[in-house]
Each structure stands twice: as structure tokens, then as C-alpha cells.
Nanobody, 114 residues
Framework: QVQLVESGGGLVQPGGSLRLSCAAS????????MGWYRQAPGNEREWVASITARGTAGYADSVKGRFTISRNDAQNTVYLQMNALKPEDTGVYYCKAVLGNDYWGQGTQVTVSS
């Protein structure tokens, strides 16, 4: 059983930055894949970015060049640095871990608005 706790969400103006954190109860290094997803009101949950145990990262086209996913194995934490935020980035951001089964955090709200 993997427990995930997200933090770092909030209200930011367009063009601003936020860094989300996902603290895992298991050693991040042992988790096959960790990722960030988001869900806007009325929309389905969508993939944003992911990082493998080897550190290989992937991004959705909508965030490529603006978001960066990274991991700190010593702190069992995965981060999502979000720059040049747009109103369409608004939503609840969820952390996901794949270790046999899929595990989800409770989500953190990100609102991009002037």
C-alpha cells in the first residue's frame, strides 16, 4: 500500500509559477512510475507528466516546455515545477504511483486567474 500526499497548490496569476510536491510512503526509487494528472471542472482527468524509476520524464504537449517533473529519492518526493501558468492549467492536480497497482493522492487545487 502506497500513500501519497500532495501539497503546493494555490491561486496564482497567469504567467506565474507553482511547485507541487508529492510525498510517498514508499521509497520513490522502488516505484516503477510516478506521475501527475489534473482534472478541471466538467472534464475528465488527464495526464500531465510522469517520471520512471530511472528518471526518464514525459510530458503532455499542453505543458511541454513549461512544466518540469523531478524526484528526490532521499526524501521520497516527486515534484512538479509549473512555470508560465495559464488559466487553462486550472484544476485539481493528483499524484499517481504505479507499483503493481495504481495509487492516487487526494489532490491539490491549482487556480490560475487574474
Amino acid at each position: 500500500q502506497v500513500q501519497l500526499v500532495e501539497s503546493g497548490g494555490g491561486l496564482v496569476q497567469p504567467g506565474g509559477s507553482l511547485r507541487l510536491s508529492c510525498a510517498a510512503s514508499e521509497t520513490v526509487f522502488s516505484i516503477n512510475l510516478m506521475g501527475w494528472y489534473r482534472q478541471a471542472p466538467g472534464n475528465e482527468r488527464e495526464w500531465v507528466a510522469s517520471i520512471t524509476a530511472r528518471g526518464t520524464a514525459g510530458y503532455a504537449d499542453s505543458v511541454k516546455g513549461r512544466f518540469t517533473i523531478s524526484r528526490n529519492d532521499a526524501q521520497n518526493t516527486v515534484y512538479l515545477q509549473m512555470n508560465a501558468l495559464k488559466p487553462e492549467d486550472t484544476g485539481v492536480y493528483y499524484c499517481k504511483a504505479v507499483l503493481g497497482n495504481d495509487y492516487w493522492g487526494q489532490g491539490t487545487q491549482v487556480t490560475v486567474s487574474s
